[in-house]
């Protein structure tokens, strides 16, 4: 059966800040998809709710999910460098 959808969380306006190595990284994953021909849904979240939380937590989980995006924003930028294909 394969993979039917695959979905991207990236960064709003992230074409916007090139200098910023994680905005580059969502950008350059973005067109990937774009250029890829794949069923693809990119999420561009625009920030976290920062105010629900209490500071502490709500940096924690910040920091677990930009390392966990960032992780695997990696890991598809280097399996397509090396088998160049999805």
């Not at 990937?32 to 940096?59: E, H, W």
């Amino acid at each position: 059966m394969g993979i039917q959808r695959f979905v991207f969380f990236s960064i709003h306006n992230c074409e916007k800040h090139p200098e910023v190595p994680l905005m580059e990284i969502k950008r350059c994953t973005e067109k990937y998809l774009v250029d890829s021909g794949m069923n693809f849904t990119i999420i561009r979240l625009c920030g976290f709710m920062q105010a629900s939380f209490p500071t502490n937590l709500c940096k924690q989980l910040c920091f677990i999910v930009l390392v966990l995006v960032a992780s695997f924003s990696i890991f598809l930028a280097l399996h397509c460098y090396f088998f160049k294909e999805f």
